[in-house]
């Protein structure tokens, strides 16, 4: 699984950005990852130095070999939670994507 980790013009970028991403994406989504081909972080930050309550979002954007993508977002007060937050949601998305595909054969 490729993943690649985009912040906006309000976030730094970087190796410890990236490194806090995998560390939380990794063991979610560990049991789709032979069908996971890329994954695209973006992460961002809503109201810049205005701040306010769950400004910091993170979207995230999931291809599976031989699928459509799946994309989820989640905003919460702290990029970690917005990071957890949307890793949880791909993780359901997944497994009820798959599940279908699944029932129909």
Do not use: W, Y
């Not at 995230?60 to 007060?77: F, Y």
């Not at 939670?81 to 699944?102: D, F, Q, S, Y």
């Amino acid at each position: 699984m490729f993943i690649q980790v985009h912040t906006d013009h309000h976030l730094r970028g970087g190796a410890e950005m990236k490194e806090e991403v995998i560390s939380v994406v990794e063991p979610a989504l560990s049991r789709f990852s032979s069908r996971i081909t890329d994954l695209e972080v973006h992460l961002s930050d809503q109201n810049g130095e205005k701040g306010g309550e769950k400004d910091m979002r993170c979207a995230m954007e999931a291809r599976l070999a031989g699928l459509p993508p799946l994309g989820v977002s989640h905003s919460d007060n702290s990029l970690s939670e917005a990071i957890e937050g949307a890793a949880e949601r791909l993780e359901r998305l997944i497994e009820h994507h798959l599940g279908k595909i699944a029932a129909r054969h």
